[in-house]
């Protein structure tokens, strides 16, 4: 059973700045996908932005320029910068892991962006 566990999330102001992270309980180097989603109450999951294990990335044309994704994988982590963040960014984001066979997800944290 693979678990993630999502920190770093908070309340920040208007084009204030936030780092998450998500840790794995195995391996980095054994998942092809990672990434992140957001979810806001009453609307669907959506991605926010993944990267492969060749560090291929790709992000929702509402967050590209703003939000960085970076893996880790001798650290099993996954992280999400987001710079200059807008209250439509508040939401709950969830860490995702593919290693082929199957799609691990965290339990979620949640940001706040006030304006």
């Known amino acids: 059973q693979v678990q993630l566990v999502e920190s770093g999330g908070g309340l920040v102001q208007a084009g204030g700045s936030l780092r998450l992270s998500c840790a794995a309980s195995r391996s980095g180097f054994s998942f092809n996908t990672m990434g992140w989603h957001r979810q806001v109450p009453g609307k669907q999951r959506e991605l926010v932005a993944r990267?492969?294990?060749?560090?291929?990335?790709n992000y929702a044309v509402s967050v590209k320029g703003r939000f960085t994704i970076s893996r880790d994988n001798a650290k099993n982590t996954v992280y999400l910068q987001m710079n200059n963040l807008k209250p439509e960014d508040t939401a709950v984001y969830y860490c995702?892991?593919?290693?082929?066979?199957?799609?691990?997800w965290g339990k979620g944290t949640l940001v706040t962006v006030s304006s």
């Open positions: 995702n892991a593919y290693d082929y066979v199957m799609d691990y």
């Open positions: 990267i492969t294990s060749s560090r291929s990335t």
